[in-house]
């Protein structure tokens, strides 16, 4: 059976692990050519792409730190000469640093800010020409829901995930006459190893936040975006929350 994706390139940043590799999965069930991106874990992408190919899809790992311009502009012309022109771009790569604005030093407040927005442009540009000569694609952005309310202790990483908002929205405006869509997905508390260092205590507040009373899974997550990358013909500059109804919980 034909794949709502069959043909297509699908580059998926930080794709080894949690969300990353869960939307790897879902896009490669859909026929997509899945380029697995990593910044270190090299084995974790590898596993990743075993999974894609023993079901006979077609699947490779790409070593590239997005946070830094040459890397990403590098791995990024790898993914094109080994696949082709990227028709699918997931920014999922991420960075956290945990601290109180009072507590926060200058290399904390730099370290999401260098991959939750650089690593958009870094990577975004570089796909951008081809993605458009080849008659258009999807851009999606992992944005987060604490970029739209704020958290205690993360005002560097809300900060980011806002501005990611700004970004899809600059970014449709320009995209629309290529054929580029642009558009963000901003989770709720999904159960991944990001909160892992979350106690019992602190798991059951976050949880009682939302209205459905859990945490989102990485692959409900992968199925928005699926959804967004082979449904979303009218869809552009749009912000999609998936987080369990926290907003009004």
Known sequence: MAGLLDGQVALVTGGSRGIGRAICLELAKHGAMVAVNYVANEAAAREVVAEITKSGDKAGAYQGDVADYASAQAMVKQVIADLGPVRVLVNNAGATADRTLARMSPEEWAKPIRTNIDGL?????????????????????????????????????????????????????EGARFKIHVNAVAPGFIDTDMIGGLNEEQRQRVQAESLLGRFGTAEEIASMVRYIVTEGTYITGAVFDVNGGMFIG
Not at 139 to 152: A, K
């Open 121 to 173: 442009f870094n990577v975004t540009s570089a796909v951008w020409g081809p993605m458009g000569e080849a008659g258009g694609g999807h851009v999606v952005v992992l944005s987060s829901i604490v970029g739209e309310t704020g958290r205690l202790g993360l005002v560097n990483y809300g900060t980011s995930k806002a501005a990611a908002i700004g970004f899809v929205r600059g970014a449709a405006r």
